[in-house]
């Protein structure tokens, strides 16, 4: 089955760690997107990747970061610079200017 | 960054019940999309919509795009207990980040059985 799947589900961390979230798809999709939400907020952009080896910066990229070496895999880091990780991270991913579909997210607690 | 204007920010309804939100922009977009999130998941997307005017029809769902293009509608008829969740809109400006969504920050229903 074509999908998007992220790992974990669930992931504590302690502060001053960085940790990378998963996300692969297998939609064979140029562009995947990272997006954190809060509690009662929308879903906000932190980075995207129209193609392997490009990335820019979301609406809130400080203290994240990106690599997309293969087009099927969009990890994300949380570095320690990130004052307030505690969040879900949902991963998603379309063809150029196409419908998004997301995966099932990760939700990370800082301990 | 931009944000859309979505409304109600929650709604308590009775089963059988019909429901409406809708999404207001201060900017033209080009394309309108309905998601539904359940806990603890990501979104699914009901609904896209690519054409002002456009009335569009998912089941028991009715999503519109607004004949100003800066607003969407949603309608879900003879709510049922798994209609719980939150529905959010996302609107594409082709004007913005390289036609980056936008989204609202959604709807939460309740369904009460």
Request: charge should be neutral.
């Amino acid at each position: 089955d074509g999908g998007i799947t992220q790992s974990p589900k669930y992931l504590f961390r302690k502060e001053g760690q960085n940790v990378t979230l998963s996300c692969e798809q297998n939609l064979n999709h140029d562009a995947m997107y990272w997006y954190r939400q809060d509690p009662g907020q929308g879903l906000r952009l932190i980075y995207y990747s129209q193609i392997v080896n490009d990335f820019q910066k979301g609406d809130i990229a400080e203290g994240y970061s990106v690599s997309r070496e293969k087009k099927e895999s969009f990890p994300l880091t949380v570095t320690s610079a990130q004052k307030n990780p505690t969040a879900f991270y949902l991963c998603a991913s379309s063809r150029p200017g196409d419908e998004q579909f997301f995966g099932p997210g990760t939700r990370l607690t800082v301990l | 960054g931009q944000q859309l204007n979505q409304s109600p920010q929650s709604m308590f309804i009775q089963e059988g019940e019909d429901v409406s939100m809708n999404c207001t922009s201060s900017s033209i977009f080009n394309t309108w999309l309905w998601y539904k999130q359940d806990p603890g998941e990501g979104p699914v997307l009901l609904i896209a919509l690519y054409k002002a005017g456009e009335l569009t029809s998912n089941g028991r769902l009715t999503a519109q795009f607004g004949t100003t293009r800066k607003d969407s509608f949603l309608n879900i008829s003879a709510s049922i207990p798994s209609d719980v969740g939150i529905y959010f809109c996302a609107g594409r400006n082709y004007g913005g980040s390289q036609g980056n969504l936008i989204f609202g920050k959604g709807t939460k229903l309740s369904v009460k059985p």
